[in-house]
């Protein structure tokens, strides 16, 4: 047992910096000798964690939701959907989207799709994220008087394109700072609240 809860210890310890990695060099470049020499160990230590690169990057793109999630946490506490919640995570979102380059594990897991593991992980950190912005949107509309935008379903699937288009935008330099801030308060509100509701 203890062996078993320092391995996860050690999960939760590597995970970070292999996220990282990855989102610097992408998936291919990633050399496992890179990933364990950033971890600070030789390779067997983390093939007794995971069983190979794969599984590696697989964890990657788990921690892109976790990491999100608790950075959301942190400024509502429970995280439970209420009153308050979506506004809050919208303007953090506004002032601090794609800032840690987590979203390169994204583009670079898209150009591996034909793995069906990595579809299926993709899929899953996707269906996690939109289940999370979904929930948050009907809260919200049901506490602010006067809501009318899309269906809270669509509108969920809607804000995850606009993050991907503002990491787009951030990654190609097509968008200025101001800019990308700009289309997530903007559009942001707008799908929040709705295009008759005062997004203040």
């Not at 939760?12 to 910096?17: K, L, S």
């Not at 998936?27 to 950033?38: G, P």
């Not at 959301?72 to 009153?83: F, H, I, N, Q, T």
Request: with cysteine.
């Amino acid at each position: 047992m203890a062996r078993a809860s320092k391995l996860e210890a050690r999960r939760d310890e590597f995970t970070p910096i292999i996220a990282a990695a990855f989102a610097e060099l992408g998936y291919r470049r990633a050399t496992t000798a890179e990933l364990a020499r950033r971890c600070g160990v030789q390779e067997t230590i983390l093939y007794r964690i995971w069983p190979d690169k794969k599984a590696m990057f697989m964890a990657a793109i788990g921690s892109i939701y976790e990491t999100s999630i608790r950075t959301w946490e942190k400024l509502v506490g429970d995280g439970a959907p209420r009153s308050g919640t979506a506004r809050q995570i919208l303007e953090y979102e506004t002032r601090h989207q794609g800032e840690f380059g987590l979203y390169r594990i994204v583009f670079a897991g898209l150009s591996e799709t034909d793995d069906e593991d990595i579809h299926a992980a993709l899929k899953a950190m996707y269906a996690r994220f939109h289940e999370f912005i979904h929930a948050q949107i009907i809260a919200h509309r049901d506490a602010v008087p006067g809501s009318e935008g899309p269906e809270a379903a669509l509108a969920a699937w809607a804000v995850l394109g606009l993050g991907t288009v503002v990491n787009i935008g951030r990654e190609l330099g097509l968008m200025s700072e101001g800019l990308r801030k700009d289309l997530m308060a903007e559009i942001g509100g707008m799908l929040l609240e709705g295009h008759g509701a005062d997004p203040k």
